[in-house]
């Protein structure tokens, strides 16, 4: 167990440096990485995957279904961006999640 001492020290110490965030130099080297196995694209595909294709055989309600499929779209990027915000294991400014 540390000591009043020690306690009182390090405080001081953590006053003397202060946090630091990543630089944009860090940022700006890693952003065009090349990241692998990012798993499936599913832009624009996951209601036509999981729905019949006799839906989409009538044109009047394409377009009806293609808001939808941009509306779950929207879901999906908003649901990895609260996985980024709240991981620690993935840089707050990345967007190869999956």
Do not use: C
Not at 75 to 95: C, P
């Amino acid at each position: 167990m540390a000591t009043e001492i020690q306690k009182v020290s390090a405080q001081k110490r953590e006053k003397l440096f202060p946090k630091i965030r990543p630089s944009y130099y860090n940022s700006a080297l890693h952003q065009n990485d090349q990241i692998k196995n990012l798993g499936y694209d599913y832009t624009g595909k996951i209601l036509k995957k999981t729905t019949s294709p006799e839906l989409w055989a009538n044109p009047l309600q394409i377009s009806f279904y293609e808001r939808i499929e941009g509306i779950i779209n929207f879901l999906i990027e908003q649901v990895k961006y609260i996985k980024k915000t709240f991981s620690i294991a993935h840089d707050k400014e990345s967007i190869n999640l999956n």
